[in-house]
C-alpha cells in the first residue's frame, strides 16, 4: 500500500490529477479503495457475489429477492449482509416489473439504488454502517464518504452516448430509483439524476482475471495481461475517480478478492508524473477511442497517443513512413507534467 506516494493536484486543464511523488515500480499498488457502490453486471447477477463480484455459483439466491448471491464470506459479515439487506427489497420490486418495462440493463439502476440507500445511511450515524472500523476484506484500503462521491465531476451538459439524451436518461433512472426505493431512502428526483450523472462519469467497469487475484508480484501487465479479465460489474469509488485519462495509461485498476478496486501502476513511473488510466479499450483504433472519450465523457483527448496518431495519419496520407517512429515516441515515458501550486487536497480515509 503506497497511498503516500502520491498527491492530487490540480491541472491546468484537466481539473485534478493523481500525480506520483516518488518514483514507482511497475505493479506497485496505488490506491485501494472500498467502492462506494459496486453491482455485478444482468449476466453475472447469480454467478457472483453482489457485495464483492467474487465468483459465488455455488451459493444459493437470496430468499427474499431471489436474484442475487452472495459469497461465503460475505454471508458470514454484518456490514456486507448490510448493504444487500438494504437493497433487497428494492431489487424484489425491479424485477417484478415485466422485462419490458424495466431497463434492458438493470445495472446502472441497480448501481443508483445502491448509492441512494448507502446516502441515506451515511446520514444516519447512530445506525450500523456498511463500513464500520472493522470491514470485512483484509489489510488496508481506503473508503469513501459521502461528500466525495457526491463532490466528483458531472459529465458536461448536453452530453449525448449514442444518440441517447444523457439528461433525459438520468432523470428517467431517477425516476425509477425513486419508485422501487423505500420512502425513507427517496431523494428528489433532481438530486437523484445529478448523483446518477455523477456515478455516469466516474463509474468504472469492474475486471477479474480468471484465476484468481495475482496480488502485487509481477509486472504490472495491465489490460490483457496475465489471465483473461472478465467483466463482472461496475462500480464507483471516489478515490479511483481522481486518475485522469490517458490513451497510454501508466497505471491500470481491477477489482480485487476482498471487492476492493486497486489501482495499480503497469510500468516504472517517474516522480512527479501524472498518474493515468485509460477510460476506454485503448486497443481501438483513435477515432473510435476519441468518440467514445467524447460521448461518454465529453471530452476530446489530446494525450500523446492521439496527437502521434493524428499525425501519423496526416502524414501518412502524404505518403511518408515516419508512423512507427511517431507510435513508439508516443509510447516513451510522458514529458514532465505542469503542476499547479494549489495545495492538494486530502481525501485518504485509511483503515
Ligand atoms: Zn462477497
Ligand atoms: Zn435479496
Ligand atoms: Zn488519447
Redesign the pocket.
Known sequence: MSISDIEVLDTDDRGRGVFATHAIGAGTTIVRGIPAACVPKDDRLRTH?S??L?P?ADRPLCSGCGHVV??A??AKSDG?RLIHDDECASLRSLFAVPAKERPADTCSLRLLLRLLLWRWRCSRPELPQYVEDEWWGDGDACGDELDDVMALCEPPEGLADGGVDCDAAFWDMAAQARYHLPAHARLSRGLAAELMARVYANGLCLYREDGGDGGDGGGGGGRGGGGVRREVGWGVSASVAMFNHRCAPNADWSIDAD?CIVVRSVRPVRRGEELCLCYVDNALPRRERQARLREHFGFECQCEVCRAEEEEETVGTAGRASGKHARSEAAAPAPAKRHASSAPRARKKTK
Do not use: K, S
Request: proline share 0%.
Open positions: 457475489c457485495v464483492c467474487a459465488a452472495l459469497c464470506r460475505c456486507a471487492g
